[in-house]
């Protein structure tokens, strides 16, 4: 089975493990996403796929679900892969935008781990909306 209904308990990782996952439960969001316009070329998908999970447009997205969506835990847990201690950045984002990407990855991941599908799904439907009527 591709996805195990047996996960680990997400309290037992580092900020920056739940983030190695939860960047990869994000781009899975959003290319599926994309897939879901229709058969589009490839070359367009990918450009639209690189612009939403940027670190910049990730910020711009957990900015808004912390002041809008986000009940109290999932702002602590947001904060706190935000706060952690990364060593690098890319080059074409802020540090600041990079440390709040790193907690939106943060979150997705602990939701994901955590078995928490429909509401990790609530809260990027509703980035992903906001970030497409921009």
Request: proline share 3%; aromatic share 8%.
């Given at each position: 089975?591709?996805?195990?209904?047996?996960?680990?308990?997400?309290?037992?990782?580092?900020?920056?493990?739940?983030?190695?996952?939860?960047d990869?439960?994000?781009?899975?969001?959003?290319?599926?996403?994309?897939?879901?316009r229709?058969?589009l070329?490839?070359?367009?998908?990918?450009?639209?796929?690189?612009?939403?999970?940027?670190?910049?447009?990730?910020?711009?997205?957990?900015?808004?679900?912390?002041?809008?969506?986000?009940?109290?835990?999932?702002?602590?847990?947001?904060?706190?892969?935000?706060?952690?201690?990364?060593?690098?950045?890319?080059?074409?984002?802020?540090?600041?935008?990079?440390?709040?990407?790193?907690?939106?990855?943060?979150?997705?991941?602990?939701?994901?781990?955590?078995?928490?599908?429909?509401?990790l799904?609530?809260?990027?439907?509703?980035?992903?909306?906001?970030?497409?009527?921009?």
């Open positions: 089975m591709l996805f195990s209904e047996k996960t680990p308990d997400p309290r037992q990782y580092s900020p920056l493990a739940l983030a190695y996952i939860g990869t439960v994000f781009d899975l969001y959003v290319r599926t996403k994309i897939m879901e229709g058969n070329r490839v070359t367009d998908m990918h450009r639209r796929a690189v612009s939403l999970v940027r670190a910049e447009s990730q910020a711009k997205m957990a900015r808004m679900l912390q002041e809008e969506v986000l009940d109290s835990e999932e702002v602590g847990i947001l904060k706190w892969g935000r706060n952690a201690k990364v060593n690098t950045h890319p080059k074409g984002a802020s540090l600041a935008d990079y440390h709040m990407a790193t907690g939106l990855e943060t979150l997705v991941g602990f939701l994901y781990l955590d078995g928490r599908r429909q509401r799904g609530e809260i990027l439907d509703r980035a992903y909306a906001n970030f497409n009527e921009e």
